[in-house]
């Protein structure tokens, strides 16, 4: 079978080629992508080519397909996977395998490290080992996208259950984030921030009694409020305030002052910026715990931390990057029984869009940009979506199916451009 996917040459060399799949084996399985959503990790990994360390060293000569939060269905199943999985299911994937020695001799992934497997395809083929290490996961939720954007999700589920906290002397480590505690999310309003926002509130267990979120721009902080309002946050026992911290002259001292001086006992830094996490940082209660989120692309990152408050305070700092198989199993779950991640996407577009994209991806504005493999479209912001159906019926339809949903995309949306896309 024929595919066409994106592939990575090396730095900067992304291109969009068709060319034959290898015949499917007994262990393996044939499926069909629909949606995947650009990260940020995509564009690193273009941008550094071999440098990255799920990239083989020898993509000149073997390119690999990039993209990694990809949804789609099964065409084909091999002999040894037909009792688990069949024909017709809708499934995702795990990109992060935990699988050091795999055969491409990196750290093998999805997305980075296969010849005939990723995201940014229109077919693929799936090798035994994302099947063995239970990587493989069915979706049983409504549309595509959804299951798409359980991978983002997974990484903001995985990082709340990757802080911890001790009690003084016992050596013992109690994982999550504190319920009923103080949780500050900084430079929380970009995608993966208001995932983080939308997994606090709907998740069933271990919520902040206080959430903090800050951006310094006001227009972000505006979008996140209406999509995830202090009001709905209340209904569900969470005091949420989301303030602009570029105006104040002591952020930190208005923040802690929210918290009766206790400070936060988890802090989440979602954006690569030195001063950002010195902030994070000041903001830390007795014990509390500093999550860095935000990967940065530069190897030599750096920011000061006090490591006075280490010693005498307890206070702590982890990071982490994607979640495992369980977060997005959970992520799935949560997707299937009704959370709705679409006030992170703010693009939408087809197969030709994604060289470009991807490498420009940090000077686009806005949230997640989803892709139909199986359509080319130029990336469109949802919100031009109305002035482009002066012109082309089929925004003019999407337009008014955005409408009904409060500008955002949704199943009905992506199953009327599956029908253009034919």
């Known amino acids: 079978m024929k595919t066409k996917a994106v592939r990575l040459y090396g730095k900067n060399d992304l291109r969009i080629d068709e060319f034959e799949l290898p015949t499917m084996g007994d262990d393996e399985i044939l499926a069909r992508v629909v949606s995947d959503s650009l990260c940020m990790s995509s564009y690193k990994a273009s941008i550094q080519g ?42 995702a994937i795990q990109p992060a395998l935990n699988y050091e020695d795999g055969p491409v001799g990196v750290l093998s992934a999805p ?20 099947m063995e290490l239970g990587c493989l996961l069915t979706y049983n939720g409504p549309g595509f996208f959804p299951a798409s954007m359980a991978e983002p999700l997974s990484c903001v589920i995985g990082a709340m259950h990757a802080n911890y906290h001790i009690k003084p002397g016992k050596y013992v480590h109690d994982m ?23 997994y606090a509130i709907h ?25 995830y309002s202090p009001e709905l946050a209340r209904s569900k026992g969470i005091d949420l305030q989301y303030i602009n ?10 923040m802690r002052a929210l918290t009766n001086e206790v400070g936060f006992h988890d802090v989440f830094v979602f954006a690569p ?10 903001l830390l209660a007795f014990d509390g715990c500093l999550n860095f989120f935000a990967g940065p692309a530069d190897p030599t990152f750096s920011a000061k931390l006090n490591f006075y408050n280490v010693h005498y305070a307890f206070t702590h700092i982890v990071g982490t990057s994607g979640g495992n198989t369980d977060d997005i199993k959970e992520s799935l779950d949560m997707m299937e029984k009704g959370l709705n991640p679409s006030g992170l996407i703010t693009h939408i577009g087809g197969l030709n869009a994604v060289p470009e994209s991807t490498l420009r991806l940090p000077k686009i504005p806005g949230g997640k940009k989803l892709i139909y493999t199986h359509m080319e479209m130029p990336l469109t912001a949802i919100a031009d979506f109305r002035k482009l159906g002066e012109k082309n019926p089929m925004f003019s339809d999407l337009a008014d199916i955005c409408d009904r949903y ?12 599956l029908k253009y896309c034919g």
């Open 406 to 417: 409060d500008g955002l995309w949704s199943v009905e949306a992506e199953d009327l451009l």
């Open 245 to 254: 911290t570029s105006s104040m002259s002591d952020p930190v001292a208005h």
């Open 111 to 130: 997305g980075y490290s296969y010849s005939y497997l990723g995201g940014d395809a229109t077919y693929v083929l799936i090798p035994n080992e994302v």
């Open 273 to 282: 910026v030195a001063p950002v996490i010195e902030q994070a940082d000041q």
């Open 50 to 91: 071999t440098d990255h360390k799920r990239i083989p060293d020898n993509v000149a000569e073997n390119p690999v397909i990039i993209g990694h939060e990809f949804a789609g269905e099964i065409i084909a199943v091999g002999s040894k996977w037909s009792s688990r999985f069949n024909a017709g299911d809708k499934f």
């Open 176 to 198: 999550e984030i504190v319920g009923e505690g103080n949780l500050a999310i900084l430079a929380g309003v970009g995608p993966m921030g208001l995932a983080a926002i939308n």
């Open 203 to 227: 998740r069933e267990d271990r919520k902040p009694a206080l959430m903090v979120v800050t951006d310094i721009d006001q227009d972000r902080l505006d979008r996140a409020a209406h999509l």
